[in-house]
């Protein structure tokens, strides 16, 4: 992991995140106990609901649609006979830990919605300042940041702007 640009005294930390692998999966509710069964855990069925089972970490982002994250390079395995979208993204978006006090009020630079509202292990399909992006609350201040790779330097540089501005006193 590598802090971008550290400013010590904004109360707020920025990190790129080393890859990992990262599959957009598209599944009826139908088939979702047999693809909790094929892949280990079981398949958050409310928006923003996020559960983990072994390596594999499942975020619910619409009633049809997970994004599922493991530290393995291999593919999930679903049964072929099991109706699913499995596409690989994992090369589609960087991801960056935005972690300290001031970590929501950094965000709120960027995300015109109560991040407040946003409880812990929960996440969301946002926009970041128009890019699209999902945020995810790992923690009281601590959340990830998953970034499409076109929009990352300018997500980035805005992330620098505000941490300027908290290290300078506004």
Known sequence: MAQLH??????????????AARF???????NIEAA????????????GGV???GSLRALCL???????????ASQPA???TLPHALVDISDREIVFRIEGPRA??????GIARDLRRLGVGQ???TAFDSAQTILIRESAAVFTLSVWRSFASHVVELLQIGQREFSTGY
Do not use: Y
Request: glycine content about 8%; aromatic content about 4%.
């Open 6 to 19: 550290a400013f010590p005294s904004a109360g707020v930390a920025v990190t790129e995140l080393p890859p």
């Open 123 to 125: 996440g969301c399909r």
């Open 78 to 80: 679903l049964p072929a």
């Open 24 to 30: 957009s999966l598209r599944l009826s509710s139908a």
């Open 36 to 47: 909790n069964r094929a892949l280990g855990l079981s398949l958050p069925e409310k928006v």
């Open 104 to 109: 929501m009020e950094l965000l709120s630079i």
């Open 62 to 72: 619409g009633p049809d649609e997970w994004l599922l994250e493991s530290e393995r």
């Open 51 to 53: 559960a983990s089972g």
